[in-house]
């Protein structure tokens, strides 16, 4: 007996123990405020992005509906989470569900009847991406409330929710920024500067525009949260939960506002509006008002988070909620409310708008209950259309294969090409993107076919773009473009691409591969210098590299010769040339022509009031080894720059932004706190003028080009645009006669100039702005060079993307130099190094930079 009832008593506790141990593994879940110890949500109480992390990390041991994932390191360091959060049992079986997510992603060789199976076992993936931009804030917040309620709820509608969808919960896309607003915030607290705006950026290199960078990837936040999206989960859906500005419509949903991508697969709209009109019945069923689609966000653009998803055949939807002074409530008078934007001019009731939001208080509160609200919205709808919406992506993509020629690919030859390496890059950031490479049987070229599932995708990348012009009304003018209007890969980066009809034997011959094969780099033969043709990218951080080492390098420019850069032979020159993937070539070094290239000193200035082009420059820059530092107003102006410096560069920002520290629109400008306030003042513009009178190099980008065009520096050249430009300007864009909003527009270069060295003579150049330049002939003292100028045909002028009234550009330059004495200035009214994309012109800054007399 007592022997039985022992045996009982283990198999009892055998069987019932991992039962017990699984539904509930700690006593209780507390609450994000109980684990915070403040009121989350409450006004002016922020956690910042390690206590939300914290959190999570609590939650997940708490209960086994929630799992952190570690998606990798962020820009300064921080660990960058995703909560899965699911029903115990999909989580045991995730690896099961991840599969089946990643087969209906790709359908090929699968029977409808497999599809639909797969889509009667799956679950749906839902992926809810929270404050990428990190002013954004409220997302950061309700993530954790969310996740609280998801792990804890008992109520069976929501249990079944959790069985039906597995959610990927990424509390900050951007932790680094959420740490820098939430210290900004709490510093301020209490004093006039509270809730005021950063006088930086609120990401180490991109601020705002890492929700610009989702095709290139060129962030380290981007990279990690694009492998768990295209190599791992495969979510159906992706919904990003951002804020706009506080006068307008409480929350925008879906449907997007026009125009829309030729492209992408109408399904994803529909699923899209499937999504947003549940949200909008629970707002309205919950009391919120002020709820609007059809506004604003177009559907057309394809460099944010989910947009991207869109070629990809995943459904993808933003919502943006009307923002508070961060944590600050605010006080709007019904008055002050309005609209002006696409899909909402006057602030009134419209179908899209039914139920106007009336004023009062606005708080932090408030944004989240309405995230709260859309967040269970979407988790419903993707748990009751759960097999709809997965065949839908199957089926996507199952047209996207079959709508296409099978004998039809982008063909990337690697040989050839200016600069193989970024060719290379090219297939390689298109393997990043989940997209199926092939290598031709010789490995001398790369071959993406059009017929696979994100087919549709590779021709929106790897294509040219026409931007489509609707008009709302007849005779109204049409509807701009929400961001840049081309995104054409392969131009911007200045790789030869073309799409080809392959013979079966070539396609067969032609193997997918995993990885690329860079270019080989090394030294071939045996001598004391070695010389490399001055046209990649790459040749430069090789310059730098072995600058640092304190070898020896030159440039060469002998007439009728291509100019090259030149390497004393040094013990670090070849593992450099093999890591950078370049072949350098024994040669002999003719005096005659050949200048040593010196290191050089960079100062990049970094205005309070941020710009995003100062971050971008500087991430170019530190990815090719530049010795660059940050320059700020009180350096500027304490003057003798030609002592720490040798080339300073102006990124893309006004004259007044430079001079006065703020915007030249008029109207309310918030101050900052004096340690931010002002810019470089007259006293700094004397400075910079003193710089090139000595021998410095002042390169100016885009806008920052009106220090030089007007009064400060008094040389001949002007804008032929229209003089002021900066905020002004980008005005006269939206109302007057010339708009081209970021578009790839042709170019010639004089190649003879140092500046535009080992270019071609004709390029593809990103223009975002109403700058063009009108030079005349200076005095005996100074020398002016047109780099580079538009087509004398108007006609001529557009490759990709929109451009109304390039008349206006008709033979006008678009790069300029002056030389004075030793010193220069370089001004390119272009955008050579945008957003980390163009690299196909980052040689021109390359060359400013290095530009020897
Ligand atoms: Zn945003």
């Excluded at 959420?178 to 900004?184: L, P």
């Excluded at 039809?408 to 090409?417: A, L």
Aim: net charge neutral.
């Amino acid at each position: 007996m007592h022997k039985f009832r022992s045996l009982a008593a283990v198999f009892i506790f055998i069987s019932v123990l991992p039962f017990t141990a699984a539904a509930k593994k700690g006593d209780h879940v507390p609450t994000p405020s109980e684990a915070l110890g403040f009121e989350v949500g409450a006004d002016r109480k922020l956690a910042d992005y390690r206590q939300i992390r914290t959190y999570f990390k609590t939650l997940a041991a708490a209960s086994d509906r929630v799992e952190i994932q570690t998606l990798g390191k962020t820009t300064l360091g921080e660990e960058m989470i995703m909560a899965v959060i699911s029903s115990e049992e999909n989580l045991r079986n995730k690896s099961k569900y991840k599969e089946i997510a990643r087969k209906l992603a790709d359908p090929r060789g699968l029977s409808k009847e497999q599809v639909n199976a797969l889509a009667s076992d799956g679950k749906a993936i839902f992926l809810l991406t929270c404050n990428i931009h990190a002013t954004e804030i409220a997302s950061s917040q309700m993530a954790m409330e969310w996740a609280y309620k998801l792990a804890t709820t008992q109520d069976p509608e929501m249990l079944r929710r959790l069985n039906d969808v597995i959610v990927l919960l990424v509390p900050s896309l951007n932790p680094d920024g959420q740490i820098m607003v939430t210290e900004w915030y709490r510093k301020d607290l209490g004093t006039k500067y509270e809730g005021g705006a950063m006088p930086y950026l609120y990401h180490h290199y991109v601020g705002h525009d890492n929700n610009r960078d989702w095709y290139m990837l060129t962030q380290i936040e981007t990279r990690n949260v694009n492998q768990v999206v295209y190599h791992e989960w495969f979510p159906q859906f992706w919904l990003d939960e951002h804020q706009m500005g506080s006068y307008g419509p409480r929350i925008y949903i879906p449907p997007n506002a026009d125009p829309v991508a030729k492209l992408v697969n109408p399904l994803v709209h529909r699923g899209n509006n499937l999504i947003g009109a549940s949200m909008g019945w629970r707002l309205e069923e919950a009391g919120k008002s002020g709820v609007i689609y059809g506004y604003s966000y177009d559907a057309y653009w394809p460099g944010g988070t989910r947009n991207t998803g869109w070629w990809k055949n995943m459904y993808g939807v933003l919502t943006e909620a009307a923002s508070a002074r961060i944590a600050t409530p605010m006080q709007i008078s019904p008055t002050e409310l309005q609209g002006g934007a696409k899909g909402l001019i006057q602030y009134e009731q419209q179908i899209n708008f039914p139920n106007p939001w009336p004023g009062g208080t606005w708080r932090l509160r408030d944004i989240m209950d309405y995230e709260l609200l859309v967040s269970d919205a979407a988790l419903e709808t993707m748990s009751k259309y759960r097999q709809e919406l997965l065949r839908g992506v199957a089926s996507m993509a199952d047209q996207a294969v079959h709508s296409a020629d099978p004998a039809e690919f982008w063909r990337i030859p690697v040989e050839g090409q200016r600069d193989p390496v970024v060719a290379t890059r090219l297939a390689a950031l298109m393997l990043d993107h989940g997209v199926e490479v092939r290598a031709s049987s010789d490995k001398k070229e790369f071959l993406i076919p059009t017929s696979q599932p994100y087919g549709r995708f590779v021709d929106e990348m790897m294509g040219v773009q026409r931007y489509p012009e609707v008009r709302p009304a007849p005779n109204s003018g049409i509807l701009e473009p929400y961001d840049v209007a081309a995104w054409s890969l392969p131009l911007m980066m200045g790789v030869q691409a073309a799409k080809v009809k392959i013979s079966a034997e070539q396609q067969h011959a032609a193997t997918p591969i995993k990885n690329v094969s860079w270019p080989t780099g090394g030294l071939n033969g045996q001598s004391s210098y070695y010389a490399i043709a001055d046209r990649q990218n790459n040749v430069f951080a090789l310059v730098n590299a072995m600058q640092k080492a304190g070898g020896s390098v030159f440039i060469s420019n002998t007439a009728g010769q291509e100019p090259a850069i030149i390497f004393a032979a040094h013990p670090q020159l070849a593992a450099n040339a093999e890591k950078l993937h370049l072949r350098l070539q024994a040669a002999a070094v003719a005096a005659q022509g050949t200048k040593p290239l010196k290191p050089v000193r960079i100062a990049l200035y970094k205005p309070y009031i941020a710009s995003i082009d100062e971050g971008w420059t500087r991430f170019v820059l530190e990815q090719y080894g530049f010795n660059v530092k940050n320059i700020e107003n009180k350096e500027v102006k304490a003057g003798n720059l030609n002592a720490a410096y040798d080339v300073i560069i102006l990124p893309d920002t006004s004259r007044e932004v430079i001079v006065e520290g703020r915007p030249s629109r008029e109207g309310y400008f918030e101050d900052f706190p004096p340690e931010y306030s002002g810019g470089i003042g007259k006293e700094g513009v004397r400075a910079l003028r003193d710089f090139v009178e000595k021998g410095g190099t002042l390169i100016t980008l885009a806008h920052s080009s009106e220090l030089i065009s007007g009064e400060d520096f008094n040389l001949p050249v002007r804008n032929a645009l229209g003089g002021t430009g900066g905020d002004e300007g980008r005005r006269a864009t939206l109302t007057g006669d010339f708009n081209v909003p970021g578009s790839l527009l042709r170019v010639y270069l004089d190649t003879n100039h140092p500046v535009a060295y080992g270019m071609p003579q004709e390029i593809a150049a990103f223009v975002d702005a109403p700058i063009a330049f009108q030079t005349s002939e200076p005095g005996p003292e100074t020398q002016r060079s047109v780099i580079a100028w538009y087509p004398d045909d108007a006609r001529d002028i557009l490759v990709s993307g929109y451009a109304h009234g390039t008349e206006r550009l008709e033979r006008k330059a678009a790069a300029v130099s002056f030389t004075k004495g030793k010193g220069r200035v370089v001004m390119f009214g272009f955008r050579v190094q945008h957003r980390a994309q163009t690299e196909g012109t980052f040689q021109l800054l390359f060359n400013a930079i290095n530009w020897t007399e």
